[in-house]
Every structure is written in structure tokens, then in C-alpha cells.
């Protein structure tokens, strides 16, 4: 379970520093989070080195702290673009869908190809 543990740490704290792509990760970091605690109790009781187990609950933490702050900044900016809009954020995602619609028709009509 250590070994488990480590390996979804690792995937996971990976994919955190991805913005908008940890949230994929955040369900392994919690199991990954979990299998290391048990891996570290049952090797507590044992005597057996837990090192692995340590560093998937550190690795797995890590990811779910740093999924939380990618969620925390990515709230912010998207509340201070919206109130660059005058109709919020809805007018803001209409504009932005509006001119790629645009860019999406030029360059289609540069590469002469019919819609």
C-alpha cells in the first residue's frame, strides 16, 4: 500500500500543478492519502520501516493543498475578469465564445473550406 500510495502522490501532486487539471486528481490524492495512513499504522505496529508510506501521505497532501490553491486563484481571477463586463460573467463567456466563433470562420475561409 506504501508503494500505492507514493505513486498516486506523485501522479497527483504532478497533475495538481496543472491548473484546472488537478481537480481530475484530487479523488487519487484522497485514496492516495488514505493507503498511505493505513500503510504507515499497519508498519507502525510491525516495526517495518514506513518510508513510503510517509512520503505518499506527504506527496498526496501536497497535491490536495496545492488543487485547493490552484481553486482559490482561479475563483479570484474569474470573479475580477467578470467585473470587467457590464453583463458578469455570462456576457464575458458569450464574448469570448463569440470571437473564437469569428477566428474559427476566418480561418476556415483562408484555408477555403465550406462549414
Known amino acids: 500500500m506504501g508503494i500505492a500510495a507514493m505513486v498516486i502522490g506523485i501522479i497527483s501532486a504532478i497533475l495538481a500543478f496543472i491548473p484546472l487539471c488537478g481537480y481530475i486528481a484530487f479523488v487519487p490524492a484522497v485514496i492516495g492519502l488514505i493507503l498511505g495512513i493505513i ?36 475563483a479570484v481571477k474569474t470573479k475580477e475578469i467578470a467585473k470587467d463586463f457590464p453583463g458578469g460573467f455570462e ?10 466563433q469569428k477566428e474559427m470562420a476566418k480561418e476556415l475561409e483562408k484555408n477555403n473550406v465550406q462549414p
Do not use: H, R, Y
Open 91 to 100: 456576457a464575458a463567456m458569450t464574448n469570448v465564445m463569440n470571437e473564437a
Open 39 to 74: 500503510d504507515v499504522k499497519k508498519k507502525s505496529k510491525k516495526n517495518l520501516p514506513k518510508g513510503q508510506g510517509m512520503a505518499g501521505i506527504i506527496l498526496n497532501a501536497i497535491a490536495i493543498v496545492i488543487i485547493f490553491v490552484w481553486t482559490m486563484v482561479v
